[in-house]
């Protein structure tokens, strides 16, 4: 769940993944610096659009200096062992993909639908196994999540504004709202229909106060 829009990452490329993973990479706004003297082609149009850097060459020592996060991906694993001794020197961040011994985080396979994300981690013990239940897991999260968080988000100020200083009537009102039949309604199309739904769920036996917004008054 690391923010990487405009951080610089490191990864020393070359193995089978390395494509997909520094487009995957990119897509979450990290800068890239790909280190690797092999040939990927996928990976040319992000050099010529200037989205990744790539250094056509193997490892060196020294590196791994300006950076905080590096990625290892190289043919021969027997670099990570290298690469993991810098990265301890200079404090960065490393993850020896396929290689748990060398990384000081694993990726775990991940599903998401807008805002939603879901992550299956098996510790670095089985990957295919997390990739087998996130699959079955997609098919239960489906579209209408994205939808559904995309209106839930639009509430988030309604509902500070009605519980200001009341942070178990916010809870509350939360666990009221993603109980209702709202998910169902957004499922079937029915947008307006689930945003009623959730304003109700919001203010249920809720006494408007001095001050407050009545129901009729609070609106989207």
């Not at 610096?33 to 149009?45: A, C, K, Q, V």
């Not at 991906?73 to 404090?91: Q, T, V």
């Not at 009623?196 to 809720?206: G, N, P, W």
Request: proline share 6%.
């Amino acid at each position: 769940m690391l923010d990487l829009r405009g951080r610089e990452v490191l990864f020393v490329g070359g193995g089978w993944e390395t494509e997909a993973k520094v487009r995957g990479l990119v897509e979450a706004g990290a800068k890239v610096t790909l280190i690797s003297p092999f040939e990927h082609p996928g990976l040319e149009p992000l050099v010529h659009s200037g989205r990744i850097s790539w250094l056509r060459r193997g490892y060196r020592r020294g590196d791994l200096a300006g950076f905080r996060l590096c990625f290892a991906h190289p043919p021969d694993r027997s670099l990570n062992a290298l690469i993991a001794r810098e990265a301890r020197e200079r404090g960065v961040w490393l993850n020896a993909v396929d290689d748990p011994a060398h990384c000081d985080f694993i990726l775990p396979a991940v599903h998401r639908q807008g805002d939603l994300v879901i992550a299956v981690s098996t510790g670095g013990a089985a990957p295919a196994l997390g990739v087998r239940i996130k699959q079955r897991l997609a098919g239960e999260y489906g579209p209408e999540y994205a939808r559904y968080l995309e209106l839930l988000r639009s509430f988030r100020p309604l509902v500070l504004r009605a519980y200001p200083h009341d942070f178990a009537a916010r809870k509350a009102a939360w666990y009221r709202m993603v109980d209702s039949p709202a998910l169902e309604l957004v499922a079937l199309g029915e947008a307006e229909a689930a945003r009623e739904v959730l304003r109700a769920a919001l203010y249920h036996r809720r006494q408007p106060q001095e001050g407050s917004p009545s129901v009729e008054e609070a609106t989207l």
